[in-house]
């Protein structure tokens, strides 16, 4: 495995463990519940996270893994320094309720530790892949620009962080309840 590749899945797991503790240190209810009808509640942020990580940057990933479709095509300045610097901007991004965008309440803690844990195996997996690959093909993303799969792989990582602050914000509001 590459230097690069083994930096961003270390990271990944560092990043997967801090989630993974929040279900150790929380009832279901605590992950259930919201601070607004229209804020997502901690085990929202999570299902998030998890989700989007596995069904849709991991499908990216393997999309440009398979195509050379795009390749010639960019993203815009802001995304490029975001890529360089690893990480997202801290800009809260708020999507309209809706079945496509909000993320279900859950109904278990089982359910999320089962939705993190399914992600280790395939980002090590990709991991591999990527590291064989010599090129790759882009997938358009709503609002990065074309990706290509090591980006889409990088994505996640900064994905995963940039929620924390959205969780840190979920904790103060959970012990305020208390």
């Known amino acids: 495995m590459t230097s690069q590749t083994s930096k961003h899945l270390a990271g990944f797991i560092e990043t997967v463990a801090h989630y993974r503790a929040l279900l150790d240190q929380y009832s279901l209810e605590d992950l259930q519940r919201q601070p607004a009808a229209d804020s997502w509640s901690l085990g929202q942020v999570i299902y998030h996270v998890a989700a989007v990580s596995r069904f849709f940057n991991l499908r990216m990933v393997e999309q440009c893994l398979s195509s050379l479709d795009n390749s010639q095509e960019g993203k815009p300045d802001l995304a490029g320094a975001a890529f360089a610097a690893d990480n997202l901007p801290p800009v809260k991004i708020k999507v309209p309720p809706s079945p496509q965008y909000t993320p279900p309440v ?3 803690i089982a359910e999320l530790q089962q939705l993190l844990d399914d992600l280790q195996p395939r980002m090590v997996e990709m991991a591999a892949r990527l590291d ?9 993303h709503p609002s990065l620009g074309y990706l290509d799969a090591w980006e889409w792989y990088q994505l996640i990582g900064m994905h995963l962080r940039h ?5 840190a914000e979920l904790k103060n509001f959970l012990a305020q309840q208390d």
């Open 163 to 167: 929620h924390l602050r959205q969780v």
């Open 106 to 108: 859950p109904n278990s």
């Open 132 to 140: 064989q690959a010599s090129q790759s093909g882009k997938m358009a």
